[in-house]
Each structure stands twice: as structure tokens, then as C-alpha cells.
T-cell receptor, first 112, second 114 residues
């Protein structure tokens, strides 16, 4: 069964360091999303891509976060520098033609 | 203010018992409502999706209901199993939103005990 791949599953870093997460969506899914989920809360949208274009990054803290999807397939989310408050689960999801939303297993970030 | 409110925040039930989770929303106009199951440390997995014209949708032991007039939905778990222990998240899409602008509830944490 096709699935959204994410790596790493777990990342521990010190504050002020750089961290990067990778996502490979389900083949053929044009829309890719990055969500941040703090423990005990629902996911919050950080950025949405349609193919290689950003269609919504209004909630992305652009002073430290960046996201790209250069060839319209896989995507990278970067944080530089990481802060204590960035500790969270980072979820990637993909969909086709605005139908079913499929989530990856997530990347758990701990900033010390 | 969150446009999707879930209750209770958490609950503990005995294996084999039934339980019902609630979701109230203010998103308008409304397109569809989903329930997701999220195991600890994993990504959410879709259970059901309902449009405004649907009242009930079942997926095995999970049954979701929707009242679009009162903007309320419920998720009923029948004959709970230990594997039902998870967070259940209600997600609402407005009719004018792009797919990405889904409104997520905070989830109900369910713990099933032997």
C-alpha cells in the first residue's frame, strides 16, 4: 500500500542548531503539506505545496523555517536555528485533487 | 477561538465497553467532516468522512454521525479493544477553504483498559 515516507522519525538537537526533515509523498499526489503538532493539540498547517509552488505558508515562521519542493515530488522542511519551542511532531501529508489526505508517520523533534 | 471543539478531552473505558466522542464546530459554510485516529507517536489515519448530506457513516466498530443543522458530530466506538487506545481527531473543511485549510480539533485521548 502506498504511503507517505518521512525521515528521520526522531531527532534530538540543541538549540541554535539546524535541523532538516524530509518527506516523500504518495506517487502522483500533487499537493503536499507540512504540519506541526504539539503534544495534546491538533496539527497546525505550516506550508502547503501544489506541485513545486507554495500556495499557503502564512503560518510558517519564515525567520527560521524554510520549505522547498524543488521538483514537485519530495520536500524538505528546515529549521535554522532551532529553539526550545520548536519541540513537536512534524507531520507531512499528501493528497490528490483535494481528496483523501494521507499522513506520514511524522518526525518527532526534541530541542534541548 | 478554535472552530472545532472536541469533548471529552480524555476518557478511560474498559475493554469491551462502548463510548461516544463529541465534536462541535462553527465552520461555515461546511464541506465535510472527518474523524482521524492517531496512535501515540504515529501519523493520523482517516476513519470516516461525511458531507453535509450524510447522517451516519460506519467503518467496522466505528460509527460517525453528523447533524449539519446543529453543527455536531459524534464518533461511537462499539465493543472497544485495547488497540482502540489512541487520540481521535475531528477535522472540518469549510466550503470556501482550500484543502490545506482544514480546521483540526485538539483530539480526545481514549485509553482502553483490560
Amino acid at each position: 500500500e502506498a504511503e507517505v515516507a518521512q525521515s528521520p522519525r526522531y531527532k534530538i538537537t540543541e538549540k541554535s542548531q539546524a535541523v532538516a526533515f524530509w518527506c516523500d509523498p504518495i506517487s502522483g499526489h500533487a499537493t503536499l503539506y507540512w504540519y506541526r503538532q504539539i503534544l495534546g493539540q491538533g496539527p497546525e498547517l505550516l506550508v502547503q505545496f501544489q506541485d513545486e509552488s507554495v500556495v499557503d505558508d502564512s503560518q510558517l515562521p519564515k525567520d527560521r523555517f524554510s520549505a522547498e519542493r524543488l521538483k514537485g515530488v519530495d520536500s524538505t522542511l528546515k529549521i535554522q536555528p532551532a529553539e526550545l519551542g520548536d519541540s513537536a511532531m512534524y507531520l507531512c501529508a499528501s493528497s490528490s485533487l483535494e481528496r483523501e489526505l494521507f499522513f506520514g508517520e511524522g518526525s518527532r523533534l526534541t530541542v534541548l | 477561538k478554535n472552530q472545532v471543539e472536541q469533548s471529552p478531552q480524555s476518557l478511560i473505558i474498559l475493554e469491551g465497553k462502548n463510548c461516544t466522542l463529541q465534536c462541535n464546530y462553527t465552520v461555515s459554510p461546511f464541506s465535510n467532516l472527518r474523524w482521524y485516529k492517531q496512535d501515540t507517536g504515529r501519523g493520523p489515519v482517516s476513519l470516516t468522512i461525511m458531507t453535509f448530506s450524510e447522517n451516519t457513516k460506519s467503518n467496522g466498530r466505528y460509527t460517525a454521525t453528523l447533524d449539519a443543522d446543529t453543527k455536531q458530530s459524534s464518533l461511537h466506538i462499539t465493543a472497544s479493544q485495547l488497540s482502540d487506545s489512541a487520540s481521535y481527531i475531528c477535522v472540518v473543511r469549510g466550503a470556501t477553504d482550500s484543502w490545506g485549510k482544514l480546521q483540526f480539533g485538539a483530539g480526545t485521548q481514549v485509553v482502553v483498559t483490560p
